[in-house]
């Protein structure tokens, strides 16, 4: 040890001093926030002391309902289609048409169609040009 640098020893020094600090600033004593912060929690004073609301999840979904839900649509969905097919609807309109007097159903015609011709007359576009165009 006798070759050890003066630096050395003073290092070594400074850590025994740090240590010996150390070991007196545990002898002193915690703050109390500190030793506050340490007790143990009596819950039951404090739920007394505040009001605390809780938020209970009690009806949880999961992906499994949802996708029996979506299977449950889709088959109900398909059982309507089932209930009433093509042939039915024709009959139905047929029954309807033949139950309407020829007189009104001539004039509901005629409001359709003159609907019809309006609203396409309405979206068209004419261009008349007194110049002929020659290729």
């Given at each position: 040890?006798?070759?050890?640098?003066?630096?050395?020893?003073?290092?070594?020094?400074?850590?025994?001093?740090?240590?010996?600090?150390?070991?007196?600033?545990?002898?002193?004593?915690?703050?109390?926030?500190?030793?506050?912060?340490?007790?143990?929690?009596?819950?039951?004073?404090?739920?007394?002391?505040?009001?605390?609301?809780?938020?209970?999840?009690?009806?949880?979904?999961?992906?499994?309902?949802?996708?029996?839900?979506e299977e449950q649509?889709?088959?109900?969905?398909?059982?309507?289609?089932?209930?009433?097919?093509?042939?039915?609807?024709?009959?139905?309109?047929?029954?309807?048409?033949?139950?309407?007097?020829?007189?009104?159903?001539?004039?509901?015609?005629?409001?359709?169609?003159?609907?019809?011709?309006?609203?396409?007359?309405?979206?068209?576009?004419?261009?008349?040009?007194?110049?002929?165009?020659?290729?």
């Amino acid at each position: 040890m006798s070759k050890n640098n003066p630096n050395t020893e003073e290092i070594l020094d400074a850590i025994k001093n740090m240590m010996s600090e150390s070991s007196a600033k545990q002898d002193q004593e915690l703050p109390k926030d500190v030793v506050e912060l340490t007790n143990p929690i009596n819950e039951e004073t404090n739920l007394k002391n505040e009001k605390m609301d809780i938020l209970e999840l009690t009806n949880l979904l999961s992906d499994e309902d949802n996708i029996v839900k979506e299977e449950q649509k889709y088959t109900q969905k398909q059982n309507t289609e089932n209930l009433i097919n093509d042939d039915q609807i024709k009959k139905a309109v047929e029954t309807a048409i033949k139950s309407i007097p020829s007189s009104r159903l001539d004039e509901i015609i005629n409001e359709q169609l003159t609907k019809i011709i309006q609203e396409r007359l309405k979206s068209s576009k004419i261009i008349i040009s007194s110049v002929d165009k020659k290729n």
